[in-house]
C-alpha cells in the first residue's frame, strides 16, 4: 500500500502490524522522528496517525527500510486495524 508521509511523500509499504509499518522510501529516515501517516488498508479502510521511526536500514542502492511504530494512534483507528487483522484470520 501506498503511505502518505512528511507532506505529502509517498512510501511503500512492506508490511504492516497492529504496532507498527515497515516503509520503504528513496532516502533514510531521521530515527525518533515522528511523522504524520496517512494509509488505506487493502480493504480501502482510511487510517490517519503518528508513526516514530524506531530503525532504518539500506535496502538496496536506492531504497531504504524503516521500521514505524505507531505513535498517538486514535483509538477507533487502532480498532480499524484490530478489525483488518482479524478479517485476514490473525
Do not use: R
Request: negative net charge; aromatic residues 12%.
Amino acid at each position: 500500500m501506498e503511505v502518505n508521509f512528511s507532506q505529502n511523500a509517498i512510501a511503500q509499504s512492506k508490511d504492516i502490524s497492529e504496532g507498527g509499518i515497515c516503509l520503504i522510501t528513496e532516502e533514510e529516515l531521521e530515527k525518533d522522528k515522528i511523522y504524520t501517516l496517512v494509509f488505506k488498508l487493502p480493504t480501502d479502510v482510511s487510517i490517519k496517525c503518528f508513526g516514530k521511526i524506531v530503525w532504518s536500514k539500506q535496502a538496496s542502492e536506492h531504497l531504504f527500510e524503516q521500521g514505524v511504530v505507531f505513535w498517538d494512534i486514535d483509538s477507533s483507528d487502532q480498532k480499524k486495524i484490530q478489525d483488518y487483522f482479524e478479517q485476514q484470520g490473525g
